[in-house]
T-cell receptor, first 112, second 114 residues
Framework: KQEVTQIPAALSVPEGENLVLNCSFTDSAIYNLQWFRQDPGKGLTSLLLIQSSQREQTSGRLNASLDKSSGRSTLYIAASQPGDSATYLCAVSGGATNKLIFGTGTLLAVQP | KAGVTQTPRYLIKTRGQQVTLSCSPISGHRSVSWYQQTPGQGLQFLFEYFSETQRNKGNFPGRFSGRQFSNSRSEMNVSTLELGDSALYLC?????????????FGPGTRLTVL
């Protein structure tokens, strides 16, 4: 049974700092991995999708990497801003399906 | 292009009642999935519909059901509500079921069961 873990559960950094969020999964047979952000009481916003055959994806200040063999993904945020404050969730898909298994999330606070 | 819309945004019901939630996917998207989010359990998969057929179902009791219409809009129904059904219900749409198909989420329906 696939389990997804995110560490740390919460993170507070000063504005301008670069940071890394971690996601690990127990079954390496994934189809893709997605990173989302969620603002309080809101839905999820898709940030990046990495296919199982890819190693990384970039969008603006965000870079996500995937190491399937070790069951890990990282989300790198460069030059953090207060507007980046949110909960970040990673989710994996295990096959030709849209069923996502989510991690518990990392609550990020960027202090101005 | 309009995003995923969910109605209603907020609902208050009492135990034993039933409720129907609606989701309109992004135009052209054929897949709709539903998730339940609670503080204790996080985000849990309910079901996935593609071309009006349920393709996948999560580990929820039979009180939770859903359907998808020919225009890809989807509804989910919860009968005989329990206090533990209080949650944020999110739906997500995607173009298809491929490895490159990003899922786009709606704002959710906040259900409170009293």
């Amino acid at each position: 049974k696939q389990e997804v873990t995110q560490i740390p559960a919460a993170l507070s950094v000063p504005e301008g700092e670069n940071l890394v969020l971690n996601c690990s999964f127990t079954d390496s047979a994934i189809y893709n991995l997605q990173w989302f952000r969620q603002d309080p009481g809101k839905g999820l916003t898709s940030l990046l999708l990495i296919q199982s055959s890819q190693r990384e994806q970039t969008s603006g200040r965000l870079n996500a990497s995937l190491d399937k063999s070790s069951g890990r993904s990282t989300l790198y945020i460069a030059a953090s801003q207060p507007g980046d404050s949110a909960t970040y969730l990673c989710a994996v898909s295990g096959g030709a399906t849209n069923k996502l298994i989510f991690g518990t999330g990392t609550l990020l606070a960027v202090q101005p | 292009k309009a995003g995923v819309t969910q109605t209603p945004r907020y609902l208050i019901k009492t135990r034993g009642q039933q409720v129907t939630l609606s989701c309109s996917p992004i135009s052209g998207h054929r897949s709709v999935s539903w998730y339940q989010q609670t503080p204790g359990q996080g985000l849990q998969f309910l079901f996935e519909y593609f071309s009006e057929t349920q393709r996948n179902k999560g580990n929820f009791p039979g009180r939770f059901s859903g359907r998808q219409f020919s225009n890809s809009r989807s509804e989910m129904n919860v009968s005989t509500l329990e206090l533990g059904d209080s949650a944020l219900y999110l739906c997500a749409s995607s173009l298809g079921r491929g490895s490159t198909d990003t899922q786009y989420f709606g704002p959710g329906t906040r259900l409170t069961v009293l």
